[in-house]
Nanobody
Framework: QVQLVESGGGLVQAGGSLSLSCAVSGGTFGSSTMGWFRQAPGKEREFVAGITKTGSITRYADSVKGRFTISRDNAKNTVYLQMNSLKPEDTAVYYC??????????????????WGQGTQVTVSS
């Protein structure tokens, strides 16, 4: 059974930074595309960032491009999301997701097979 465990969420003020981590166990992390999604109250879950197994391809939502950075450490089975210049509209529950046996990054949540429990990020104005 594949499990994803997230950490790093919290409360920050606008303009601040936060780093999220997602540790994966029970699967072949090194062969999986990893993605971050978020869901704000009253809104649909949306794609934030994704990275292929080697890190050669990354994709970002337009709303976070230039502010967020996704990375991975396959030796640690961990994917990261560094969030800078945070805005109140970034407030959401952030989810880590994994898709095995692929060489692309999908923005569709239904493409991903495994999900973390979500971690709350709140940005005050």
């Amino acid at each position: 059974q594949v499990q994803l465990v997230e950490s790093g969420g919290g409360l920050v003020q606008a303009g601040g930074s936060l780093s999220l981590s997602c540790a994966v166990s029970g699967g072949t992390f090194g062969s999986s595309t990893m993605g971050w999604f978020r869901q704000a109250p009253g809104k649909e879950r949306e794609f934030v960032a994704g990275i292929t197994k080697t890190g050669s391809i990354t994709r970002y939502a337009d709303s976070v491009k230039g502010r967020f950075t996704i990375s991975r450490d396959n030796a640690k089975n961990t994917v990261y999301l560094q969030m800078n210049s945070l805005k109140p509209e970034d407030t959401a529950v952030y989810y880590c997701a994994a898709k095995s046996r692929t060489v692309v990054v999908s923005t569709d949540e239904y493409a991903y097979e495994h999900w973390g429990q979500g971690t709350q990020v709140t940005v005050s104005s």
